[in-house]
């Protein structure tokens, strides 16, 4: 069993930033894709951000310029750094992996953005 563990959540002012960093249980060498979704309350969870196996991103229209994924195959893990937050970013933030036929979740950490 795959096992994504999030961090880096918490509290922050609009216009401030948070890292959020993904630890998985193995190497993420052999996954296809690596990712951010977010969910806010009342709300359909969302992509914010992936990126491939051989580098390739795709963010969320609304959070360019102000988020970056990258990924540290020596570390096993996958990192946002978000910048510029805006109230509207709030959410619970999931880390997301894709494997073949197997996607993975992990737990989920909230960002609050606090205007």
């Known amino acids: 069993q795959v096992q994504l563990v999030e961090s880096g959540g918490g509290l922050v002012q609009a216009g401030g930033s948070l890292r959020l960093s993904c630890a998985a249980s193995?190497?993420?060498?052999?996954?296809?894709?690596l990712g951010w979704y977010r969910q806010a309350p009342g709300k359909q969870r969302e992509l914010v951000a992936i990126?491939?196996?051989?580098?390739?991103?795709n963010y969320k229209d609304s959070v360019k310029g102000r988020f970056t994924i990258s990924r540290d195959n020596a570390k096993n893990t996958v990192d946002l750094q978000m910048n510029s937050l805006k109230p509207e970013d709030t959410a619970v933030y999931y880390c997301?992996?894709?494997?073949?036929?197997?996607?993975?979740w992990g737990q989920g950490t909230q960002v609050t953005v606090s205007s």
């Open positions: 997301y992996a894709r494997r073949a036929f197997h996607s993975y």
């Open positions: 990126i491939t196996n051989d580098g390739t991103i």
């Open positions: 193995g190497s993420i060498v052999g996954f296809n894709t």
